[in-house]
């Protein structure tokens, strides 16, 4: 079924895509930090994470549409869920909303050696602020902010928020 232009789900499936097609940020995603025995995640040396066979396993474990932890526990990766947030009216104007969108990374420790927490981070926001998102009015969307926020043990997590404006119709 074609997903209707201008809804939410438009929109962060537009994000997502964007994100799950990015060769950095999923090496950032998947590689280890450089080290002794690992590459730099970024090395030419490495292969390319869209050329591997279980590209997509990969992507189903690194990017996420709903927020889910409890698989961490037993785990030692780099996560990011891609989530709604708050709906809110635009004051004087009966026909807009703002919208958000959270985006969480959730970094194991084993992974921080090179900040990598900041490091995906950083990739995000090159990707999706500013940058031509459809479906929303203006086509672009705002850092509205960001959170540190407790989770699971031996995992690091921050929120991200995002806002467009979008018709409440």
Known sequence: M????GSMRQVVNNIYQILINDEELLRLLYYFPKS?????????ELENIKDKEDYWDI??????LAEKSTDLINKAICRIYITQGRRR????????????VMISVY???EYELDMRSAWISDRINELIVSEYIEGTMSNKLEYAGGNPRVTVKGYKKFDHTYEYTTSKK
Not at 2 to 5: G, L, T
Not at 36 to 44: Q, T
Not at 59 to 64: E, L
């Open 89 to 100: 009216p635009v004051f004087g104007n009966y026909l807009l909303a703002t919208q958000e």
């Open 36 to 44: 002794s025995i690992y590459l730099d995640p970024l090395d030419e």
């Open 2 to 5: 074609a997903i209707k232009q």
């Open 59 to 64: 992507v189903a474990d690194r990017a996420i």
């Open 107 to 109: 970094t194991h420790e």
